[in-house]
Every structure is written in structure tokens, then in C-alpha cells.
């Protein structure tokens, strides 16, 4: 079975130099208001937090980021998305009502990007997949959602959570879909960080449902 594979799925430019900033930021950052704002859990010299299925320790102030369960350094895409969200958050609870991704800061300056790198991936890889798409997301903390053929919101992480739907191809249409996120996300993360994040997201649900 072929699977379709975005071949800039979790790509920063310049990584080295992304995570420097990260961590440069994050050292210049509060540690007490960064768990406040992003509902982490404190722990040790730093915080715990869940990052999309795995346990995270984050250490403060040197920036790094290990698994729990491993004691392994996690990749620099997800050390940076997580040590951005720490240092970008202005705090604020959830709503209850989601936005498309053009309704984010300059969203509509991003969305080509957004739709080939994310929309487009979540449709070639699980519209005719829906059942491994259920059983990946059985590993994430989830609320199920009522909106095409298969929708959840998945919280990446506590103050993250990104809305995946997905619609199966038809006699009368093509297989489909879309990403929400909540109605605050603005307050939480970068617009762009929301395109690595849900790019990363959906890269991490394909190698839990079609392990190698």
C-alpha cells in the first residue's frame, strides 16, 4: 500500500540556528509563567509536558528536552515547537469555538504552505485509511469530533490542541479535509509554528499506523 509522504513535513529552515533562538528565548523566559501560561506541570529543574504521545521533561535554563520513559534527547523539530510554545504563550484559557487556519495572525499569507503541507498530507495519508488514522490516535489524548467522515481534536499539548477532519472519497466528490484549532490559538503559539505543529502531528500519526 502506498502511502503519500510530504516531503517537507517537519523541515525548519536553518535548524541550528532555530534552535538556538529557541533556547535563547526560553533562558530569557520566567519558568514559573511559562508553566502558568501553557499549563505545564512543574517538575525538577523544569516542567513535565505531553507532547502528542510521548512524556516530556523539559529542563530550565538550559533548554533541553528528553523523554521521560527513555531518557533520549528529542528531535530538534520537537524541541523547538515545544520550547516556542513555552516562551511565545501569553497565557489564557481555551474556548469553545475553533478557527480555520486563515483566521490565525497572517494566516492567509500561509496558507498555500499550510494546505500542501498539512491539509494535503492528512488526505493522502488517512482518507482511505480511516481505520489506522482511529488507532493512531488511540496512543494521544483525544475528544472525538461530529464533522465529516472522521474528526478529533487532539491535544499535541495542553494549551495545543489541533482539530483533524477527514472526508473518504465518494461517487461524487474527492477525498477531503481540514485543521481547526481553538479560538485562542493565537495566544499560545506562532502562526507558522501552527503549520510545523500540525505538520508534525500528522508525520508522527503515520509512523504509529504504518510502522516500519
Not at 80 to 104: F, T
Not at 170 to 185: Q, T, Y
Request: proline share 4%; net charge negative; charged share 25%.
Amino acid at each position: 500500500m502506498e502511502i503519500y509522504d510530504p516531503k517537507s513535513a517537519t523541515s525548519f529552515y536553518n535548524m541550528d540556528e532555530t534552535v538556538r533562538v529557541a533556547v535563547e528565548r526560553f533562558q530569557n523566559s520566567d519558568l514559573d509563567q511559562m508553566i502558568e501560561n501553557c499549563g505545564f506541570t512543574k517538575a525538577g529543574d523544569g516542567f513535565d509536558v505531553r507532547f502528542i504521545q510521548r512524556d516530556l521533561h523539559v529542563s530550565y535554563p538550559s533548554g533541553d528536552v528528553i523523554e521521560k520513559e527513555t531518557g533520549k534527547k528529542v528531535d530538534d523539530t520537537c524541541k523547538v515547537l515545544v520550547l516556542h510554545h513555552a516562551s511565545y504563550s501569553k497565557g489564557g484559557s481555551l474556548v469553545d469555538h475553533k478557527i480555520s487556519y486563515k483566521e490565525l495572525p497572517s494566516g492567509e499569507i500561509y496558507i498555500k504552505p499550510f494546505t500542501n503541507r498539512c491539509v494535503k498530507a492528512l488526505v493522502g495519508i488517512f482518507a482511505a485509511n480511516l481505520d489506522a488514522l482511529k488507532g493512531a490516535v488511540e496512543h494521544c489524548v483525544y475528544t472525538p469530533e461530529r464533522h465529516g467522515d472522521y474528526s478529533v481534536t487532539i491535544e499535541v499539548m495542553p494549551k495545543v490542541p489541533i482539530t483533524l477532519i477527514v472526508y473518504e472519497e465518494d461517487e461524487e466528490f474527492p477525498a477531503d479535509g481540514n485543521i481547526l484549532f481553538n479560538g485562542n490559538a493565537a495566544n499560545h503559539m506562532h502562526t507558522e509554528d501552527y503549520t510545523q505543529t500540525s505538520a508534525y502531528l500528522i508525520s508522527t500519526l503515520k509512523r504509529i499506523a504504518f510502522p516500519k
